[in-house]
């Protein structure tokens, strides 16, 4: 904390704040029982991009996570259950609710050392990416 490299965008009242350990959250992908960390094995950073509606989704994230100057994966988590498999499914929204998420919908990044570098708002999420992106001093891709 207190790095340029860690930080929040907007008020949170709740989940886990920049420079906080990831925490783990039971999932669905398909009909699978996995978890969030079974989605978030390797070595790239991941942005979680969580959502209440798909209809909301951000299609320009997977986009802007390839721009990003380091290797980012995305991960969609979802409230809707169904057959989406490139979507992982909280239909409890226990992810939602541990990670702080409102309805308004939310982005973490976590670097590969299982920590958050940067949370923020769904409909922030282009600026925090290149907030972040310009204080590794580094340009987006």
């Known amino acids: 904390r207190g790095s340029p490299l ?3 965008v907007g008020k949170w009242n709740a989940g886990p704040a ?14 699978n029982a996995i978890t969030l960390f ?3 094995r390797g070595t790239a950073h991941r942005l ?3 959502i ?4 909301n989704i951000a299609h320009d994230l997977f986009a802007r996570a390839s721009e990003l100057p380091f290797p980012c994966e995305t991960v969609v988590i979802g409230t809707n259950t169904r057959e989406d498999t490139t979507i992982s499914y909280d239909p409890a929204r ?3 609710a541990l990670y702080g998420v409102t309805e308004a919908g939310a982005i973490y990044l976590v670097r590969p050392d299982g920590y958050i570098g940067m949370r923020a ?3 922030d999420a282009a600026v925090a990416l290149k907030r972040y992106s310009d204080n590794l001093g580094i340009a987006l891709r």
Not at 52 to 55: F, G, I, V, W
């Open 6 to 8: 860690v930080f929040d």
């Open 52 to 55: 209440t509606d798909e209809k």
């Open 38 to 40: 079974e989605r978030m």
């Open 94 to 96: 226990h992810a939602h």
């Open 18 to 31: 920049a420079g906080e350990r990831a925490p783990d959250a039971p999932l669905r992908q398909g009909d």
């Open 48 to 50: 979680l991009v969580f």
């Open 121 to 123: 708002p769904l409909a």
